[in-house]
């Protein structure tokens, strides 16, 4: 079971309207090929599938197979829909052409005397779209995010704003300390700070400027953020491992008080010499650390380490990722630690059916590890036999260099 520990995250961003697109297919001159099915259920029901259109359940009652309603969309466009057919949860409309449903809207049908009303639809999750040389201000408070809006000659009015989950953050950071945002697809530099806000300048975003939503990652690697240990969240997890865990995945661990911190707990619950311990070296703290934690951990009966490569390679910086885990299973060698490889093996053949090239490669390097950890997909099964495959025919030809000795008895 995985403890989750402190997560730094953006907040909520300016949500757009209640509004849900359906369009047919078309072929590459503009023809229709296939209309667009539409589900309407009733708006009372407990459960809405994702992209149905809720109405008033007693109007809804009233339809029939090859009934026509008509109503004016979104962009003001009048379009027909022929009832098609009965659903579990109510009916099938089919339409040729784009519409644009939004909460309130009226549908009409000529055989019934009132017209139904759209009921209430999700709004639509919207971003801080952000542009290289962009100022993104970090907030404390939890206002909602938007991007930066310009004047009619271009003018910044106010700037790109998005509210921080971790509010000890804001005492942690310095000018110039370098933010990325969501997995490192958005770099920047911190140019101001306050107790209430930090002001980000953007150093690396795509051309055409990369949307930042709600609830994605912030790595500081340049910023002793002193965030890791148990938090109360952890402590009151750890209850539930104790009693029903054969291992328990420490996330974000930073440094030898961070274990220690933890297996005061294991002697709290008395669990010390059942649980085993995965430290999850995820930060560049840790990997710098590494050595000190490691032997505080190894007090505990069973104890590894995963390469969680995502994060890692974000704060370490994707130069210098592929030298870091060949040293993270160096120490782990050397202290006969076993090492669980992960992150984003063989993903494009467990999401596409198809691996990348060097994905292979990434799996014969894995041979240096004791467990491989893939993610799930569609493929999974692909992905299971490939592995076995290249792991098994690549075994005779590689072997660690690391000679396991058995344990010194006691004279």
């Known amino acids: 079971m995985d403890l989750a520990g402190p997560k730094i995250r953006t907040g909520n961003v300016k949500p757009g309207g209640r509004i849900v697109k359906f369009k047919p297919e078309k072929d590459d001159e503009g023809n229709v090929v296939n209309p667009v099915d539409i589900e309407l259920v009733s708006a009372t029901s407990k459960i809405i599938p994702t992209n149905a259109v809720p109405i008033e359940a007693e109007w809804l009652d009233q339809l029939t197979v090859d009934d026509t309603l008509s109503l004016v969309d979104a962009k003001n466009k009048f379009r027909k829909l022929k009832v098609v057919s009965v659903s579990e949860n109510g009916i099938i409309v089919r339409s040729k052409k784009r519409i644009i449903f939004k909460s309130g809207m009226l549908l009409e049908c000529k055989k019934l005397n009132k017209k139904g009303t759209i009921g209430t639809l999700p709004e639509i999750q919207k971003a801080v779209l952000l542009h290289k040389g962009d100022v993104l201000v970090v907030t404390k408070e939890s206002i909602l995010g938007s991007s930066a809006i310009v004047n009619e000659i271009g003018e910044i009015i106010e700037k790109a704003h998005i509210p921080c989950q971790f509010a000890d953050i804001f005492e942690k950071v310095n000018h110039g300390d370098l933010v990325l945002f969501d997995d490192g697809k958005i770099e920047g530099t911190i140019q101001s700070v306050s107790k209430e806000s930090f002001e980000v300048i953007i150093t690396r975003a795509v051309e055409k400027g990369t949307k930042l939503k709600a609830e994605k990652g912030m790595n500081f690697p340049n910023t002793n953020l002193g965030t890791g240990g148990l938090t109360l969240k952890d402590i009151e997890d750890l209850e539930f491992v104790a009693k029903h865990a054969d291992i328990v995945n420490f996330s974000f661990v930073n440094s030898k008080k961070d274990v220690s911190e933890l297996l005061s707990e294991f002697k709290r619950l008395g669990v010390f010499d059942i649980l085993g311990v995965i430290l999850k070296i995820e930060t560049k703290f840790a990997f710098d650390n590494l050595e000190e934690i490691l032997q505080e951990a190894m007090q505990v009966r069973d104890v590894g380490v995963m390469i969680a490569r995502g994060d890692l390679a ?48 990434d799996v014969v390097t894995a041979l240096n590890s004791e467990c491989v950890m893939v993610n799930k997909g569609p493929y999974m099964e692909d992905v299971l036999v490939l592995l076995n495959t290249i792991l098994s025919n690549m075994e005779d030809y590689q072997e660690k260099n690391e000679t396991m000795l058995p344990k010194i008895r006691k004279l």
């Open 314 to 361: 974000v704060e370490t910086g994707w130069q210098d990722i592929g030298q870091v885990q060949h040293e993270v299973l160096s120490i782990c060698g050397s202290a006969h630690v076993p090492v669980i490889w992960a992150t984003q093996v063989l993903e494009n053949l467990a999401k596409n059916g198809l691996p990348s090239r060097s994905e292979i490669t």
